[in-house]
T-cell receptor, first 111, second 116 residues
Framework: DAKTTQPNSMESNEEEPVHLPCNHS???????IHWYRQLPSQGPEYVIH???SNVNNRMASLAIAEDRKSSTLILHRATLRDAAVYYC????????????FGSGTRLLVRP | SAVISQKPSRDICQRGTSLTIQCQVD?????MFWYRQQPGQSLTLIAT?????????ESGFVIDKFPISRPNLTFSTLTVSNMSPEDSSIYLC?????????????FGPGTRLTVL
């Protein structure tokens, strides 16, 4: 399975931008980069995904390095509601595109 | 998007018994999955629930312990059999329209199981 590496935890101040990094140095050309987050006591929810180009949606932006070996999830203005565990996942043909969760990054947002 | 409900939301069970968890989706979906989340841990995929055929289990999970049914495109059950305290976890189902790499997967709220 294609692997990702994320920091265990990060902290941010409310209303400031947050950059959550993810390393995936063994990514293959057909692997999609997905981000999910899990709010306390809830199931995970989709945030964003991309293949090669940077992506924006109403929740976040995804910046993908030119060599695709790393990516960054950007929350433009963190709110208290954004406190969650963020998972960076590679959807790989090798694993039949299943969602295989790593340990994720726990984001703490300070008021 | 898909709205997913799970029953029960939580349960406390005795060692050696079995519990069946239900997952209901508000629309027809191609793919349904079952995950386990042990206390303080990330999610682990148990199996893919296949409609009309046997589920496909991930390494470390077997049908005798976690039998799965999927009678139609909106419903699935996961049974946790002969439970032990090590089975205490949150069990989540998820769905996806098609198993494509650029699809979004939707998760249910989970069933919190405690085994005494």
């Amino acid at each position: 399975d294609a692997k990702t590496t994320q920091p265990n935890s990060m902290e941010s101040n409310e209303e400031e931008p947050v950059h959550l990094p993810c390393n995936h140095s063994t990514i293959s050309g057909t692997d999609y980069i997905h981000w999910y987050r899990q709010l306390p006591s809830q199931g995970p929810e989709y945030v964003i995904h991309g293949l090669t180009s940077n992506v924006n949606n109403r929740m976040a932006s995804l910046a993908i390095a030119e060599d695709r070996k790393s990516s960054t999830l950007i929350l433009h203005r963190a709110t208290l509601r954004d406190a969650a565990v963020y998972y960076c996942i590679l959807r790989s043909l090798d694993s039949s595109y299943k969602l295989i969760f790593g340990s994720g990054t726990r984001l703490l947002v300070r008021p | 998007s898909a709205v997913i409900s799970q029953k029960p939301s939580r349960d406390i069970c005795q060692r050696g018994t079995s519990l069946t968890i239900q997952c209901q989706v508000d629309s027809q979906v191609t793919m349904m999955f079952w995950y386990r989340q042990q206390p303080g841990q990330s999610l682990t995929l148990i199996a893919t629930a296949n409609q009309g055929s046997e589920a496909t289990y991930e390494s470390g999970f077997v049908i005798d312990k976690f039998p799965i049914s999927r009678p139609n495109l909106t419903f699935s059950t996961l049974t946790v059999s002969n439970m032990s305290p090590e089975d205490s976890s949150i069990y989540l189902c998820s769905v996806e329209e098609k198993g494509q790499p650029n699809n979004e997967q939707f998760f249910g709220p989970g069933t919190r199981l405690t085994v005494l």
